[in-house]
C-alpha cells in the first residue's frame, strides 16, 4: 500500500495534548456547576472529565521521558501511606455514614489526582495548556455567576434547601476564579508593552468577580494569588525591588477598590463577600476556632491511634455530618488519624511544600511562579477549610511535587 492510501492513524503525542485542557476541566469542574448553563447538565462533569482525562494522562506518560529528582521519594511514598493508613483507621472508627462518604473519595480520587498534577505539571505543554484553560474557566464561572446574580436565577449564602451544597459550589467557584487571578497577574509580569495593560484589566476584572460568590477564603485567596505568584516570579530572577513593589502595589489597589465600594452602596449591593467581611458581627466565636479547638482536644484525648477514619464529628457532638470536619488538614489528620496520621500528612504535604521551595530556584521561574498561583489558593483553603476527601488539594499535591519531575519528549 502506497504512503498516500495508507489509513490516517493519530499521533500518540495529539492524543495527549488535551490532559492540560482535561485536567484543567475536572479540577475546577465543581466551580463551573456554578454556572448557571452547566449547573442543568443532564450528566456529571466531573465524572466525564475523569474519564476523558484518564486515557489521556496514560497517552502522556507514554510519550514523555520522565526524571525524577531528588527529596521526590519521601513525599511520593508518605502520600499512599496516608491513604492506606486511613482506610485502617476506618476500622475504630464510630462512624458508619461519614466514613462511607470518605473512605472512597480516598481511595478512588486521591491518588489519580495526585499523579495526574505530578504528570501535567512536569511536562511543559500540559502545564501551559492547563493554566489557559484555568483563566478560561475562571472568567467563565465569574461572569456566569455574575449574570445569574443579576437575572435571579442562583442563591447565594446558603438560601437554598441544601444549604452545604451551595456552599461548597460557592466556595469552590471562588476558588477557580482566585486561581484565574493569580495567572492573569502573573501574565502581567511577563508580558511587555500593550499586552501587560491587558493582562493587568482581566486581572482587575477576576478580583472583583470572586466578590461575587461570597467566600471569604476566595476573597484571601485571590489576593495571596494575585501578590504571590508574580513576587516569586520577579524574586527567582533576582528583582526583589520589583516584587516588593509589586506586593505593595497590589495591597494598595485591593485597599482602595474595597473602599469605594463600600463607600457607594449600590455598588456594594449583592456582594456576599463584603457582608460577610464587614456586616456580621466580630464578637461571636468563629465557627473553625471551635472546630480546631475541638480537634486538638480530640487528638489528645484519642492518641496515639486518634478517633478513626470520620470519627471526629460525632466524638465532638455533631452527629454524621461529614461537613462538620476539624476545617484544617493537620488537625483532621491528629484526630481521625491519630499521630501516624499526622507524620504521614507532614511527610506527604510538608514535605511537597518543602521540596517546591527547593525546586523553585532549580526550574524556571515561570513554571515554578505558575504553580504558585494554581497551589496558593488551595493550600489556604486547606489549612482553613477542606477535609482529606478533597480531589483539589491531592491535584495541588501533585503540581508541588511536579517541581522535581522533567519531561522530555520522545523521539522515535
Known amino acids: 500500500m502506497s504512503a498516500a492510501a495508507a489509513p490516517w492513524r493519530p499521533e500518540a503525542a495529539v492524543l495527549a495534548a488535551g490532559s492540560g485542557a482535561l485536567a484543567a476541566v475536572m479540577h475546577f469542574a465543581g466551580a463551573l456547576k456554578s454556572v448557571p448553563g452547566l449547573a442543568a447538565l443532564p450528566f456529571d462533569l466531573t465524572a466525564l472529565a475523569f474519564a476523558a482525562l484518564l486515557p489521556s494522562l496514560v497517552v502522556l506518560l507514554l510519550v514523555r521521558r520522565w526524571w525524577l529528582g531528588r527529596g521526590l521519594a519521601l513525599p511520593l511514598a508518605a502520600a499512599p501511606g496516608l491513604v492506606l493508613w486511613l482506610v485502617l483507621a476506618g476500622a475504630w472508627s464510630v462512624s458508619d455514614d461519614v466514613l462511607a462518604e470518605k473512605l472512597p473519595a480516598l481511595v478512588l480520587l486521591a491518588p489519580p489526582m495526585l499523579l495526574a498534577g505530578l504528570l501535567v505539571g512536569a511536562d511543559t505543554p500540559a502545564l501551559r495548556r492547563f493554566c489557559t484553560a484555568t483563566v478560561v474557566i475562571g472568567v467563565v464561572v465569574g461572569g456566569g455567576i455574575a449574570w445569574g446574580v443579576a437575572a435571579g436565577q442562583v442563591v447565594l449564602g446558603g438560601n437554598a434547601a441544601d444549604t452545604e451544597l451551595v456552599r461548597v459550589q460557592y466556595q469552590l467557584a471562588g476558588l477557580a476564579i482566585a486561581c484565574a487571578a493569580g495567572l492573569a497577574a502573573l501574565r502581567v509580569a511577563e508580558a511587555r508593552g500593550l499586552a501587560r495593560l491587558g493582562w493587568l484589566g482581566l486581572t482587575a476584572v477576576l478580583s472583583a468577580a470572586v466578590l461575587v460568590p461570597g467566600g471569604r477564603l476566595a476573597l484571601l485567596a485571590a489576593g495571596l494569588a494575585v501578590a504571590g505568584a508574580p513576587a516569586l516570579f520577579w524574586v527567582l530572577r533576582g528583582r526583589w ?172
Open 241 to 412: 525591588l520589583a516584587a516588593l513593589g509589586w506586593v505593595g502595589a497590589m495591597l494598595t489597589a485591593g485597599l482602595f477598590g474595597l473602599g469605594l465600594l463600600l463607600a457607594s452602596p449600590r455598588g456594594a449591593a449583592g456582594l456576599r463577600t463584603l457582608e460577610r467581611v464587614f456586616g456580621e458581627p466580630s464578637t461571636a466565636t468563629p465557627a473553625r476556632v471551635l472546630l480546631w479547638g475541638e480537634a486538638l482536644r480530640w487528638g489528645g484525648e484519642a492518641a496515639p491511634l486518634g478517633l478513626g477514619t470520620g470519627g471526629f464529628p460525632q466524638a465532638a457532638g455533631f452527629g454524621e455530618r461529614r461537613g462538620m470536619y476539624p476545617h484544617n488538614h493537620a488537625l483532621e489528620a491528629l484526630a481521625e488519624g491519630g499521630l501516624p496520621g499526622l507524620a504521614l500528612w507532614l511527610a506527604a504535604f510538608g514535605g511537597g511544600v518543602l521540596l517546591a521551595l527547593r525546586q523553585a530556584r532549580r526550574v524556571a521561574p515561570g513554571r515554578a511562579a505558575r504553580v504558585a498561583a494554581l497551589t496558593l489558593p488551595v493550600a489556604l483553603t486547606v489549612m482553613v477549610s477542606t477535609d482529606l476527601g478533597n480531589r483539589m488539594a491531592w491535584f495541588a499535591l501533585g503540581l508541588l511535587l511536579s517541581l522535581a519531575v522533567e519531561a522530555e519528549a520522545r523521539h522515535v
